[in-house]
């Protein structure tokens, strides 16, 4: 079946600029995550949506970024005002809520800010 | 405070030797494990998860869980130079008061020298 899918794969946009990017999870998984990953570091965690429960915003950088994820499947994460420092790769996942809740990844959004 | 820890590396193993990537993690109640791979410019690849104590076989690769010591381990038998990759180890924390959330370690890389 389909896996996870983001867009676009590559944004390039100038300083102050917003984006938008979009992720759409494995039908069916009702748990979706947002994460960054700068070039050779690790995964930062930014916000997770569970099903009907109020996303855990807690990774969440500061109030330029936003995420909504409309009718339990597709979410879009918001950058508002980017700076140079949001360059990085955004990397969706989402999981299933059976018991093993194994995460798959979508292959991610390189956002580079000029 | 939901911590999942890994030796960052770079672990060097031998072509053809056992390499062996070892994870602690914080909460004793957490009940689900996984490994994922991460070559450079992609997205993690889920290659094992694990539930119950003892040992997991699958190919080349065999995922250890030791729920008393709160340990978990990958050892990857026959080395290949393809298996060089950043290795990252994930944990299904429970909630309680909250949904469930999976948190990653930081990675440990490993470099297989022919």
């Known amino acids: 079946g389909a896996g996870v899918s983001q867009s676009p794969s590559n944004k390039v946009t100038e300083k102050g600029k917003d984006v938008e990017l979009r992720c759409d999870p494995i039908?069916?998984?009702?748990?979706l995550y947002w994460y960054r990953q700068s070039l050779g570091q690790g995964l930062e965690f930014l916000i997770y949506f569970q099903g009907n429960s109020a996303p855990d915003k807690s990774g969440l950088p500061s109030d330029r970024f936003s995420a909504e994820r409309t009718g339990g499947s597709v979410s879009t994460l918001t950058i508002q005002r980017t700076q140079q420092e949001d360059s990085a790769v955004y990397l969706c996942?989402?999981?299933?809520?059976?018991?093993?809740?194994?995460?798959?990844f979508g292959p991610g959004t390189r956002l580079t800010v000029t | 405070q939901k911590e999942v820890e890994q030796n960052s590396g770079p672990l060097s193993v031998p072509e053809g030797a056992i390499a062996s990537l070892n994870c602690t993690y914080s909460?004793?109640?957490?009940?689900?494990f996984f490994w994922y791979r991460q070559y450079s410019g992609k997205s993690p690849e889920l290659i094992m998860s694990i539930y119950s104590n003892g040992d997991k076989e699958d190919g080349r690769f065999t995922a250890q869980l030791n729920k008393a010591s709160q340990y978990v381990s990958l050892l990857i038998r026959d080395s290949q130079p393809s298996d060089s990759a950043t290795y990252l180890c994930a944990v299904n924390f429970p909630g309680y008061s909250s949904a469930s959330k999976i948190i990653f370690g930081s990675g440990t890389r490993l470099s297989i020298r022919p």
């Open positions: 039908s069916g998984h009702t748990a």
């Open positions: 909460d004793r109640g957490s009940q689900s």
């Open positions: 996942a989402s999981t299933s809520l059976g018991w093993g809740r194994e995460q798959y």
